[in-house]
C-alpha cells in the first residue's frame, strides 16, 4: 500500500502503544524542529470508526492530543449530531507535527507538502494496520489525498464509498476548519454536509 520506507522495528503487528512511543521521536521530515511535540492517534485501540484530519493545529500542538482546539469543537458538535460518541472513535492526523510560520505573535497554520505527507504516511498505516476499522473517514483535502491520491478532490468526491486494499471502507468529508473558515452564508450547508457524511459512516458501523 506504501511507497515510503518504514522505519525499521514497524510492521503490520506493532502495537498502539509502540507506535506512539516510536513517532514521539519520528525527525523523518523537518517538522519536528518547530513543533512542541508530537501529536499521535487517540482512541480505542479496537475503534471501528476511524476519523484521520490533516494535521495537529495550534492547541493540539501546545496540549498533545488530536482536535482539542476550535476544529475539534466543530468536529464534537458535528459527531453529537450525527449520534456517534467521540469516545468511541479513533481520531488522528495524516501528519503528526504542526506546520506553522510566524504571523505576528500567532502561529499561522501552513499545508504540509507532499514529502511531509509521505514521510508522515508510516505512522497512520501502521494505525490503521493496528485498530483495522471497519470506516476510515478522511476529514478534508490533505486527509483525502493521502488516502486516496493526489487527484482526489473532497469538493467532487466526498460522501462516497471507496475500498482500500486491506478491505477497510474509506470516505472523505469536508474538514470541520473549512466550516470554520467558511464565508457566513455557506456555514451552515458546511457543517451540515459534514453531520451528513458523518452519519454515513456510522451506517456502516453496526
Ligand atoms: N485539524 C486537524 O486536521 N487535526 C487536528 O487535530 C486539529 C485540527
Redesign the pocket.
Known amino acids: 500500500m506504501s511507497d515510503s520506507p518504514r522505519l525499521p522495528g514497524l510492521d503490520g503487528a506493532t502495537p498502539l502503544e509502540e507506535l506512539r512511543a516510536f513517532a514521539e521521536a519520528c525527525t523523518a521530515c523537518a517538522l519536528y524542529e518547530h513543533a512542541t511535540q508530537t ?1 499521535f492517534g487517540e482512541g480505542p485501540p479496537d475503534a471501528s470508526l476511524m476519523l484521520m ?5 495550534d492547541q ?1 500542538d501546545r496540549q498533545g492530543h ?2 482539542v ?1 476550535p ?2 469543537g466543530v468536529l464534537d458538535r458535528a459527531l453529537d449530531q450525527a449520534a456517534i460518541d467521540r469516545g468511541s472513535v479513533y481520531l488522528t ?1 495524516a501528519v503528526k507535527h504542526f506546520k506553522w510560520e510566524p504571523r505576528g505573535k500567532v502561529r499561522l497554520h501552513k499545508k504540509p507538502n507532499v514529502s511531509e505527507m509521505a514521510a508522515c504516511r508510516q505512522w497512520w498505516e501502521a494505525e490503521l494496520e493496528a485498530v483495522r476499522p471497519k470506516v476510515l473517514g478522511c ?2 483535502a490533505t486527509a483525502a489525498q493521502a488516502v486516496f491520491g493526489a487527484d482526489f478532490r473532497v469538493t467532487k468526491q466526498r460522501g462516497q464509498w471507496f475500498e482500500l486494499p486491506s478491505g477497510v471502507a474509506a470516505i472523505a468529508t469536508i ?1 470541520p ?1 473549512a466550516v470554520l473558515r467558511a464565508e457566513d452564508e455557506l456555514r451552515d450547508e458546511f457543517f451540515d454536509g459534514l453531520v451528513r457524511d458523518l452519519a454515513l459512516m456510522a451506517t456502516r458501523l453496526d
Open positions: 501529536v484530519g490533516e494535521q495537529p493545529g493540539e488530536p482536535f482546539g476544529a475539534g492526523n476529514l478534508g474538514h476548519s
